[in-house]
């Protein structure tokens, strides 16, 4: 039997909260829940699964308009690359709450 694991993540733009010289900060963290909460300036580290999938459906939609040769490898680096710049871009350096809660199948969550 195939386990189920999902994660929820969810990310905010905060304005008018300074973290100072930390880049990022625990607010909540509960392991029983697998439910944690981080204020943050860089929440690229948060987003990688969206982001993956994201870019992997971008080269499937665009496999047809392929115009130069490439690998998957390098293709998914780029598309992976180019959402991260477009998050910076569109919402800026942060910081950000980050709300995530995730269960890997095993009977505890993550």
């Known amino acids: 039997m195939t386990a189920t694991r999902y994660r929820h993540t969810l990310v905010y733009r905060i304005n008018g909260v ?3 010289t930390e880049e990022e900060g625990n ?4 392991p029983t829940s697998g439910f944690q909460a981080v204020l ?3 929440p690229d ?3 990688i699964e969206a ?5 992997v459906a971008n080269i499937l939609l ?3 308009g392929q115009t130069e040769p490439a690998s998957f490898d390098e293709r998914l680096k780029s ?3 180019e959402i991260k710049e477009t998050r910076k ?3 800026g350096n942060g910081p950000y709450l980050v709300l995530e809660r995730g269960y890997d199948g095993g009977g505890s969550s993550t």
């Open 51 to 55: 982001d993956q999938w994201i870019a």
């Open 62 to 64: 665009g496999v047809f």
């Open 40 to 42: 943050t300036t860089d």
């Open 89 to 91: 871009t569109k919402f």
């Open 18 to 20: 300074h973290l100072g």
């Open 79 to 81: 598309e992976l690359a």
């Open 27 to 30: 607010l909540i963290a509960d």
């Open 45 to 47: 580290p948060y987003c």
